[in-house]
């Protein structure tokens, strides 16, 4: 059985193995995911499998600035479990829990040439009404990516 559960302290280091291999995501630092671990576990989601490998995730943060903002930090699903519709639960239960806490608006970057990315978020916004606004282009010299935001009202 598939089982979506939420993120823990002692997860950091297989959910840092599971990102490198899920490109085009970036691995950031064990103590990054540690972060994420200690202070948005709530918002954060493991999906394993039956034997508890892990095969998708998402995490987030809540901003600081506005508590009415969540921002998913990244989302990926094992190769070989792609098109069943993992992260599109990843995603509802990432909403579903901003909903509870009284958050109005999640944000998240693509990169322009990702279209599974785009195409997921765009059609799980189409399947439950949230409106999809584009934000802006974020970039550097060496990066660049689509800033989008889900109106949960
Ligand atoms: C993007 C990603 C998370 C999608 O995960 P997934 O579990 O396969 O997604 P779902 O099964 O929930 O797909 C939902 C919808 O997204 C769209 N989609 C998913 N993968 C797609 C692909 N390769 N090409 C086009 N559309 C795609 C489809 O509309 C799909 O619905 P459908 O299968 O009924 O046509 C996965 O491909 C992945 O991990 N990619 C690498 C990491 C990444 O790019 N993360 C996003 C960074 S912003």
């Known amino acids: 059985m598939i089982v979506i559960r939420n993120l823990e302290e002692n997860d950091i280091e297989k959910l840092l193995e599971f990102v490198k291999n899920c490109k085009p995501l970036t691995e950031h ?5 540690w972060v994420l671990s200690r202070y948005f576990p ?4 493991l999906c394993e ?5 892990l095969i ?3 995490t987030g943060v809540i901003s600081a600035k506005n508590q009415e903002h969540a921002f998913i930090w990244q ?15 990843l995603i509802d239960k990432f909403v579903n829990k901003c909903t509870q806490l009284g958050i109005s608006y999640i944000e998240f970057t693509i990169e322009p040439n990702n279209v599974a990315s785009f195409n997921l978020f ?12 584009k934000i802006k282009m974020v970039k550097t ?6 800033l989008y935001r889900y109106e949960l009202k």
């Not at 709530?42 to 989601?45: G, L, P, V």
């Open 29 to 33: 630092t064990l103590y990054t995911y």
């Open 42 to 45: 709530n918002i954060c989601f």
């Open 49 to 53: 499998n039956e034997s508890r490998e």
């Open 56 to 58: 998708g995730a998402i």
């Open 75 to 89: 989302i990926g699903v094992r190769l070989d479990y792609r098109r069943k519709g993992i992260a599109t639960s």
């Open 122 to 133: 765009k059609k799980y916004a189409g399947c439950k009404g949230i409106k999809m606004k």
């Open 141 to 146: 010299q060496l990066w660049k990516e689509v």
